[in-house]
């Protein structure tokens, strides 16, 4: 049978686009959750056009053979991991940025460009594409769409859903459907675009799509607080949120601060409960009244040390310490990172709770996110080598996301369900809204080809 | 029949739930699309809390009788017009606001709130509920949501489904699905909100909605250009919205502005080719100053007259006019409110075929909008009771949504499409999408009971 779908595929697609080899199938298994399993995949596909992914899902389909959609392999919640026997199905190829319109304030891009470089080539036109989820320098916008995937300027201007104006994505039965447009604003029917977007690959494959682009925004000005308690911190943070438009609004709890310090010593304040990490690009003086006015919001709410700069290298030092709060985190051993998201005015109990669970559990957790979003990452540090730390850390993030659900807050704020949330969906979602998922899920993958076992 | 309904139904809702009274069905048969056909309600149902709207539901199901949901009958579409022998669901009772969390920045409102009331509660609060449809007075944000109603503040702060944080929504079959939560950011499934924002009705009914809030923005300077030409205009709101944030950036064409002069004189430059309003929020000096570099672009695109005021009462009278627009154009006859929308490139080109189209087909058309969305409303003004004038204005009607196709347009930005604009949907979806449509709404709707014709 594998044969006759090889030879099947192998009719429709180019020499290179059909790829058998173990190894290579093996290193295309896994995306960056360490902790969901991965299935051999039969064979990898490499299409590079639309048709050809249209022809892959009619061979799939006439087969009965599970498609999984994969761009650069960078999700973190297992969601473009193989399924045992599946076609994986790549689109780093479809890698062309098909059109920047700057008078339209749009790009047409296929779902193989890197965030990366559609932010560059934005650039070049004195414009921005704002969505910058960590992995931006590695990581699709296929994918980025596909996981609805956040960031750190989120805060003011949204997640990627939010940049999606239209997408042309292929169905489980190998027909095309576009969504949305060239317009902002745009009611002609359901919206199809947000139903695709953070769909993990389980509705339909999306094979270009057609994205906001925003001036640049002024430079902005940075500002570091240093928190003796995390309730001071959370009080801050909603504070902030409540008067003022901060560009970037991070936490670093003290476990994450320690991290980065060790691996990169920087003066950082090890002591605090917390640090604050905000930014304004109001611009000119207004970014640097607006982060006056956030410094006095932080030391009205207990920070023990407020410092703000408008030094765009001084900026930028701070925030590479944020973004090295995972790497740092990593060099202490194996991680969990979770991604968890609570109403705002949770964020400190959160943080308590967590602490409380890595006592408990005697598990190290460093916590560190996008604070302005209620939306957190408590990493889980363990030595995968100890059958006991594991067995404690699966039940720390067990007792994380129960927190979670008891604050009102939901168990992925922008990573996904993937593999490492679907067991505990149902209890967010509750049955009747399940149920729902599965009529959608069923109406538009009837041989539940796509991505089977994911999300859902 | 109709007696076994109304005595199911009576079994289920307070006595004032349910009315048969034949001048009240005929007054809540219509809402203000006075193009678009209307059929006759069998009754209409007030509803008084979910469990009833569920009851209603089960009733409807078992007799096979379509339900239409309606707010405040604002509409502009007919998307809540009576369908023939219909229940008609008046959404209207349910009218509190359940809860405003100023800590969380959201509130969770019944259906049947007007919109300026939890603007006016927000406010209390120190907060701002943003999204601002024109019929933000006396609309319901149930309506607002079934319709995904846009506004003026949208160019910097998005629609009505950028404000859904999370809906209960009544299927169906009269079973409750809770969608989103009270997060910002969230993943944890399909993004059920904004399949059920913008629906008009057709896939479930919204009975709770979580809708986030703001803090108020700083009071803001009002700028008013004067283009000899629509290329010009075009060129300054492109220009505009390539390098700055405007939160307002309405444009008025000649016929509208006269108009508005006709009824209300206010020196406003009825020789212009068009009128550019707009407003900066950036707050202080830096909100004068963005007005001024507003103003630059408007100098550079060809503006014959610029004028900037920080001066609030100068600003809303300036408002004032763009918002009598409409109300201007309806003195001079009848009024067929148009709705359409294009990149923000073409706006000029549309302007422009609207005026050719004018002059073709003998139809006065004032044209306005929102200029920064690239969403606007041709008016076309005719006599009613002249058949051939109501022939011409039909045509132009469709000449207009031709053009708007050909610009990559989209046939409706903000109202919906309702019944207006049915007839022309799949011309822009194309059949791969409208057979997407069918499919969602068949899974959801087996029966075809919710607002049937709608939309689809």
Known sequence: MSEHLERDLAAVLPPEGLVTDPDVLDA??????????????????????????????????????????????????????AVEGCILLSLAQMNRILEIDRRALLAVVQPGVINGALKAAAAEQGLWYAPDPASWEFSTLGGNLATNAG???????????????????????????????????????????????????????????TLRLRPRPPKATTLLASFPSLVG????????????????????????????????????DGEAAALLLARSDAGG?????????MAAVCEAAGATFVAQSADEAEGELLLGARRFAFPALEKLGTTLLDDVGVPLSR???????????????GVLIGTFGHAGDGNMHPTLVFDRNDPDAVTRAQAAFEDILHVVGALGGTLTGEHGVGLLKRPFLAAQLGPGTMRLHHTLKAAMDPLGLLNPGKLL
């Open 151 to 209: 960031g750190l300027c989120c805060v003011k201007y949204g997640v990627t859903g939010d940049a999606a104006l239209g997408l042309e994505v292929v169905l489980a039965d190998g027909s095309v459907v576009r969504t949305g447009g060239r317009t902002v604003k745009n009611v002609a029917g359901y919206d199809l675009t947000r139903l695709f977007v953070g769909s993990e690959g389980t509705l339909g494959i999306i094979t270009e799509a």
């Open 347 to 361: 964020i400190a109990e959160l943080l308590a709770a967590v602490e409380r669970i890595a006592a408990q559990r």
């Open 233 to 268: 911190a959370g009080v801050a943070v909603m504070d902030i949120m409540a008067g003022l438009r901060p560009s970037l609004l991070e936490l670093m709890d003290r476990t994450t601060v320690r991290a980065v310090e060790a691996a990169r010593p920087m003066g950082l």
């Open 28 to 81: 295309h298994r896994h995306d960056q959750a360490d902790w969901a399993p991965a299935g051999r995949p039969r064979m990898l596909v490499r299409p590079g056009s639309t048709a050809e992914v249209q022809a892959v899902l009619r061979v799939a389909t006439a087969h009965r053979v599970p498609v999984v959609a994969r761009g650069a392999g960078s999700g973190l919640s297992g969601g473009a991991n």
């Open 285 to 293: 003086e207004q970014g640097v009244e607006e982060c006056a006015r």
